[in-house]
């Protein structure tokens, strides 16, 4: 496909055509790391919005030069934004700047060689080279613009990267299924083709690369205006391949029939993800704006959705995202890359607590699997610098208000590492089952439903009272699902991957009562209905009776309680004079203000628990 854009020329063509005549070569023949350069970056006058453009001079070798300029955003210099991932930083390439040898990634080098034009200069914003990486006030001031520095470009330059695993297929492929947007049955017979099956699976592998995940392309993406996407020698209109993944997304089922498996064995994409997970969930899917899905879109929300993507600086897992909050709550925040990223996240529950009167924020501080607290947090502080899968139950669920409209009476004192909280005490944890450690398969997640329905059976009071009522309590517990319909998923498919595993009459009797379902049918449903609820999480009961599905983290003895504040309730262990926390927990009875009528009633009471 041709290169659909206009270029970004300059007018001082005289000076673009004389190349610069010294250049400073380096005599080092080891590879050269990024930052490595003769080349000295000029101060950028804040007052005038002053940022740096880089000019890339037309193709008369196989090197590329540039040069660097600085210019006022308020000119309106037209130029053309590059959207990248940086790849390998080990993995470095040569370019010349203002006569300088200058080290970048490979990465951003072939975006160079895709943009640059044979006959006249380029106008590029690039970040790796028009920020002084090195200086941090300037990066402080600088990521500050980049929200206007992407919405100015005449054009935001996708680079997924070089041609590769048949990416050229993808690109076209997308196209196709844009092409046929309006009719469900051309969709659904591309989808079924096994003439399609190779451009499907490029379609996976482009879905697969590095810049999906990148976090700082969030931002990049959504305040572009006009977006062409890059990959190899082909590229094709952001808006055609928004339109395309728009229409994997809706047809995942369709999705699911055709590509569960490759040659009979289950299709995995090199990143972990299932074939028909990637292709209705992946690549442009990732970059939907929350902003025009109507959906809440502060600090909590944006860091909730974004928390699987990478970045290397744990700062900018809330610098990144500045461009896509709205501007009262990210002005509370001064991007400062001095300070410490413990401060740094408090600073963000310290503000929701304040402005929101809600604890929820805390649910999201997800401690399992277990992972290396190497910035000091404390335990109810979210440490957004882990990525995660898992969810807290309020975001996967809406609907919980376990503490009522009651705002939180919480307070931070110790220099803000302990958190004093106003909660309802419940009870106390006396027996949990095993934990579903991410990523999970079929075989775990049925496994998991058999022990934790052994545990079931161990309930006090579960031989005394009605089974059933125990039963459709389990069922909410694992997913908010009634009772015959996930005894039946489970039971079929427990049979269908275990057969000579012996299952109790009152579980086989709902096999017996209805049709069966094919393996297939067993493993989807068991997947879309069960999978998040139940993944980092495990079943517990407390010292009453109460049915909980909480953290894998949590343990005997934990206690369990609801804040005031909070739309669910969370599980502490003590320590010393006050307590950690371990995570949120579904209870049973008790997600919908349960706690507030028994504490009204003088069968429950408000203490303080300090939190460190």
Known sequence: ???????????????????????????????????????????????????????????????????????????????????YAWGNTDDTRIIILNGHEFVVTESLMLAFQRLRSKSAPVIVWADAICINQGNIEERNQQVQTMTKIYQQAIEVAIWLGPEADNSNMALELLFELYRHKSSNANILAIIQSPDRRDSFTALVALFDREYWGRLWVVQEVLNGNNKTVYCGSSSLPWNICVTASGILRRRSRDLLHAFRYTKGVAAISASGRTYPGQLSCGGPSVLRDLREDGASCGWLDVLLYHQEKNCAEPRDRLYGLYGILPEHECSQFSVDYNKPVRELYIDVVDYLLTTTRHLDVICASINFPVHQNVHGMPSWCPDWSQRRRILPIGHQFSGFSASGALESKATLSGKRRILNVAAIFLNTITSCGIPLNPPICNGALLMAFFEWREKLKKVKGFNQADHEAFHEAFCRTLSCDWLE?????????????????????????????????????????????????????????????????????????????????????????????????????????????????????????VETFAIH
């Open 1 to 83: 496909m041709g290169l659909q854009r206009e270029l970004a020329l300059s007018g001082q063509r005289g000076k673009d055509w004389a190349l610069c005549r010294t250049w400073h070569r380096s005599s080092s023949p080891a590879p050269r790391r990024l930052g490595d350069t003769t080349f000295r970056y000029q101060d950028l006058d804040p007052r005038r919005k002053e940022i740096r453009l880089l000019r890339i001079l037309p193709e008369i070798t196989s090197i590329i030069r540039c040069e660097l300029f600085p210019v006022s955003l308020d000119d309106r210099c037209p130029y053309i934004a590059i959207s």
């Open 485 to 605: 319909w996930t005894y039946r998923t489970f039971a079929l498919g427990l049979l269908g991957c275990y057969p000579h595993l012996t299952l109790d009459p009152h579980l086989m009797s709902f096999v017996q009562s209805f049709v069966p379902l094919s393996l297939d049918q067993q493993k989807e449903t068991l997947w879309e209905n069960f999978t998040n609820a139940m993944t980092g999480r495990c079943f517990a009961t407390t010292r009453n009776g109460l049915l909980c599905l909480g953290s894998g983290a949590l343990q005997a003895e934990d206690i369990v309680c609801v804040p005031l504040g909070c739309s669910t309730p969370i599980i502490l262990r003590r320590r010393g004079d006050g307590f950690t926390f371990i995570g949120d927990i579904y209870v049973d009875g008790y997600m919908g203000g349960k706690a507030i009528d028994d504490c009204n009633n003088g069968w429950l009471k």
